[in-house]
T-cell receptor, first 117, second 107 residues
Framework: DADVTQTPRNRITKTGKRIMLECSQTKGHDRMYWYRQDPGLGLRLIYYSFDVKDINKGEISDGYSVSRQAQAKFSLSLESAIPNQTALYFC????????????????FGPGTRLTVL | GQNIDQPTEMTATEGAIVQINCTYQTSGFNGLFWYQQHAGEAPTFLSYNVLDGLEEKGRFSSFLSRSKGYSYLLLKELQMKDSASYLCAVDDYKLSFGAGTTVTVRA
């Protein structure tokens, strides 16, 4: 089984609809992240959470909200989707407090391709 | 703010060497990551540099100069499967990514 899973993997929705993207991890990591990826712009951080009680805005948080339901679950919501939120969304986890060896990095989920019409 | 620059595209021949440069100007710096990403897939970890110098891992090597705000990823003995995007990311307790460099390997 994959360590970081995202549901749904693909979603097409209409402008104005509320959408929730879910992320679950079995790595036991404290830190979780949501990114969006657009062609030519790379990965941009939307929100991040260093533990269940800690939620922080990233560089492009407007129009998004998150919920950290448990250590293993971090959900991203679009309260009222708009077409320029069409993108590939990635969830990631890390456990940086355990030190810097080659395995202590951010682990990415498979991505959710969201299309807003 | 964070400013991370890398070339948009590079093309090389199978068996050759390619060097992908990354320059950065960031408010904080703990280290620098390189990730590989095939089209439509998740990024996967390649390397992490904290100290100045060269880190070698098989066909891939990564270099860091903290004083110059500069890193490069060196891909040797290129194979067709190395065709992908390569992402440079600065670690400041969260990651800030460059836009990525698309490498195309030709036969």
């Amino acid at each position: 089984d994959a360590d970081v899973t995202q549901t749904p993997r693909n979603r097409i929705t209409k402008t104005g609809k509320r959408i929730m993207l879910e992320c679950s991890q079995t790595k036991g990591h404290d830190r979780m992240y949501w990114y969006r990826q657009d062609p030519g712009l790379g990965l941009r951080l939307i929100y991040y959470s260093f533990d269940v009680k800690d939620i922080n805005k990233g560089e492009i948080s407007d129009g998004y909200s998150v919920s950290r339901q448990a250590q293993a679950k971090f959900s991203l919501s679009l309260e009222s989707a708009i077409p320029n939120q069409t993108a590939l969304y990635f969830c990631a986890t890390s456990d940086l407090d355990r030190g810097w060896d080659s395995t202590d990095t951010q682990y990415f989920g498979p991505g959710t391709r969201l299309t807003v019409l | 703010g964070q400013n991370i620059d890398q070339p948009t595209e590079m093309t090389a021949t199978e068996g050759a060497i390619v060097q992908i440069n990354c320059t950065y100007q960031t408010s904080g710096f703990n280290g620098l990551f390189w990730y590989q990403q095939h089209a439509g897939e998740a990024p996967t970890f390649l390397s992490y540099n904290v100290l100045d110098g060269l880190e070698e891992k098989g066909r891939f090597s990564s270099f860091l100069s903290r004083s110059k705000g500069y890193s490069y990823l060196l891909l040797k003995e290129l194979q067709m499967k190395d065709s992908a995007s390569y992402l440079c990311a600065v670690d400041d307790y969260k990651l800030s990514f460059g836009a990525g460099t698309t490498v195309t390997v030709r036969a």
